[in-house]
């Protein structure tokens, strides 16, 4: 576990994570966290950002597929290939213009 992720305890049954990791790879910080909290996957919420979502609009989804999202194939990942974990995406828009 990267050394910089270390969780804010919220209450004495929630634990709030931010890691330090690139989005991509934030399974790195969330599968070795919660296994040693022994946090069943069930308790987990995912927050990401989506950017097929208009700006500001929420989608929570008790479970699901990655899609399209890495960061999502590589919690998933890192939870023996788990699904079953509320997800919660944040509505970013699409940029205006292309990128090159």
């Keep these: 576990m990267p050394l910089n992720n270390h969780p804010t305890t919220v209450s004495k049954e929630t634990l709030k994570l931010k890691p330090q990791t690139y989005m991509n790879f934030s399974g790195e910080s969330?599968?070795?966290l919660a296994a040693y909290y022994q946090v069943?996957?069930?308790?987990i919420l995912l927050v990401f950002d989506e950017t097929s979502l208009p700006n500001?609009?929420?989608r929570l989804q008790p479970?699901?597929?990655h899609g399209h999202h890495n960061e999502l194939k590589n919690v998933m990942g890192q939870l023996d290939g788990c699904s079953a974990f509320p997800q919660l995406a944040?509505?970013?828009g699409n940029p205006p213009?292309?990128?090159d």
């Design 40 to 43: 069943p996957f069930r308790h």
């Design 30 to 32: 969330v599968g070795p």
């Design 56 to 58: 500001g609009v929420l």
């Design 63 to 65: 479970k699901g597929g």
């Design 90 to 92: 944040v509505g970013i």
């Design 97 to 99: 213009g292309t990128m």
